[in-house]
C-alpha cells in the first residue's frame, strides 16, 4: 500500500504561506539539500533535435496523465512554501508549448516566499510572449541554441526555426529578462566548428553563453561518449581564437552552478562550459526535478521515481506531499554514475525528464 493511504487524511491548506512548524528541506543521506525545482511541463516539443529525439517525435504523454494547472500549482506550492525550494525552473519538452504558461508562471509568482522562476526554452515563439511572461513575474531564461546557420540549424533540429528563435532571445533581452543564457550542446563534425563564432555572437548579443557536453539522454540511446565533445576540447577549441583564463571568482561563487566559468581575457565577459560527463558535479547538486506527469527524479539519470500524481489524485493534503517528497529526495544516490561500468541510461528521455 502506498504510503500516502496509511497516513492520516489531512486536508489541503490552500493557501500561500509557509505553514508555522511545517518548514521541512529536501534533504539527502549525503547532506546535499534540494532548493532548486525544476518542473517539466510537457514532454512535447516543436523541434526534433537529433540528440534529443527520433525524427516521428515519441509516444507523449496522455493528456489525463498530466498534471492540470491546478495540481502542478499544488506541487510546487508544496515545494515553496513546505520545502524550502527557492528557484522554480520550468522546463520540458517545450514549455512554451504549455497553455496557461503566463498564468502558471502569475500563480508561482505569488507564492511566499516568492521563489525565483526561470524558464528553459528553444525560443520558439518566445517573441510574441516574452514581455508577459516577464510582466507575470519569469525573470531568468535559459535559450537553447546550438548553431548561427540556417541549414545547421535544420540539420540539428530538423526544423527551420533559426530566425524565430533569434527574435525569441531578442525579445527576452527587451522584456527584461536577467540573465539570458543560451545553452549550447555540440556535436562532432556537425556544429563543434562553430563554437568561436557563437562566442563572439553571445558577446556582442549580451548574453550569457553556456557549452553543455552531450549526455546519455537520448530517446534512440545513440549516444557514445567517444563521440562526444568534451569540456577540454571545447576550451581548446574557444582558446585558439580567444584567449581565456580561468574565472577567479568561480571558485568562490560557483556553489552549485553546473557551468565552469572562464574570462575571455581583455573583456570582462565569462563563458561557462558544463563537463556533466567528464567532470560531473553531484556532490554539489541541489536541483530535485518533477516531471509533466507528476513523478519526483532526484537525478537527470535516475532510474526510479517516486510518484506524487496518485496520492495528488486521491486527495492526499499538502502536508502528506510534503512527507511523499522528504523521502523521495532522502534516498538519492551520491552521483550520476555515467563512467560506472553499471550505467544504464534512465527509460525516460530528456523530452520527458526536463533539462
Ligand atoms: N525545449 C526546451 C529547450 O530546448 O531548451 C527545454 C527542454 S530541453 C530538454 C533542455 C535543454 O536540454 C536544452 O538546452 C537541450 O539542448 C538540452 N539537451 C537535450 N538533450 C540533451 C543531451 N542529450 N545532452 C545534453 N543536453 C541536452
Request: charged share 25%.
Amino acid at each position: 500500500m502506498s504510503t500516502f493511504l496509511a497516513m492520516p487524511a489531512l486536508r489541503s491548506h490552500g493557501g500561500a504561506a509557509t505553514v508555522p512548524g511545517t518548514q521541512r528541506r529536501l534533504e539527502d543521506s549525503f547532506g546535499r539539500v534540494a532548493t532548486d525545482l525544476r518542473v517539466s511541463l510537457t514532454d512535447r516539443c516543436n523541434l526534433r533535435c537529433t540528440y534529443c529525439m527520433p525524427a516521428e517525435g515519441l509516444d507523449w504523454m496522455p493528456g489525463d496523465e498530466i498534471l492540470t494547472d491546478d495540481e502542478m500549482l499544488q506541487l510546487i506550492r508544496v515545494a515553496v512554501t513546505r520545502l524550502g525550494v527557492t528557484t522554480v525552473r520550468l522546463t520540458g519538452g517545450e514549455p512554451l508549448l504549455r497553455k496557461n504558461l503566463e498564468q502558471l508562471v502569475a500563480e508561482i509568482s505569488a507564492l511566499e516566499p516568492a521563489p525565483a522562476i526561470a524558464l528553459t526554452t528553444n525560443g520558439i515563439g518566445l517573441a510574441a510572449r516574452a514581455e508577459r511572461l516577464a510582466a507575470a513575474g519569469l525573470k531568468r531564461i535559459n535559450v537553447s541554441l546550438d548553431t548561427l546557420d540556417p541549414a545547421t540549424f535544420k540539420q540539428i533540429t530538423r526544423r527551420s526555426r533559426l530566425a524565430d528563435v533569434l527574435d525569441g532571445i531578442s525579445a527576452a533581452r527587451q522584456a527584461g529578462l536577467d540573465p539570458v543564457k543560451i545553452n549550447t550542446v555540440l556535436m562532432r563534425g556537425l556544429n563543434d566548428h562553430e563554437a568561436p563564432d557563437l562566442l563572439r555572437w553571445a558577446m556582442a548579443e549580451g548574453v550569457q553563453l553556456r557549452f553543455i557536453e552531450q549526455m546519455p539522454l537520448d530517446a534512440q540511446h545513440a549516444w557514445q561518449r567517444s563521440e562526444m565533445v568534451t569540456a577540454a576540447q571545447i576550451r581548446e577549441s574557444l582558446g585558439r581564437h580567444v584567449a581565456l583564463v580561468e574565472d577567479p571568482l568561480d571558485a568562490q561563487t560557483r556553489g552549485s552552478a553546473p557551468a565552469e566559468l572562464f574570462r575571455v581575457v581583455g573583456s570582462d565577459y565569462a563563458v561557462g562550459i558544463i563537463a556533466a560527463v567528464t567532470k560531473p558535479f553531484c556532490g554539489n547538486c541541489d536541483r530535485v526535478r518533477l516531471t509533466a506527469d507528476g513523478q519526483v527524479r532526484n537525478c537527470l539519470f535516475a532510474r526510479a521515481e517516486s510518484d506524487l500524481r496518485t496520492p495528488l489524485r486521491a486527495g492526499a493534503s499538502d502536508e502528506v506531499l510534503a512527507d511523499l517528497w522528504v523521502t523521495a529526495v532522502a534516498g538519492s544516490r551520491a552521483g550520476h554514475g555515467i563512467d560506472d561500468p553499471t550505467f544504464l541510461q534512465p527509460d525516460r528521455p530528456m523530452s520527458a525528464i526536463g533539462g
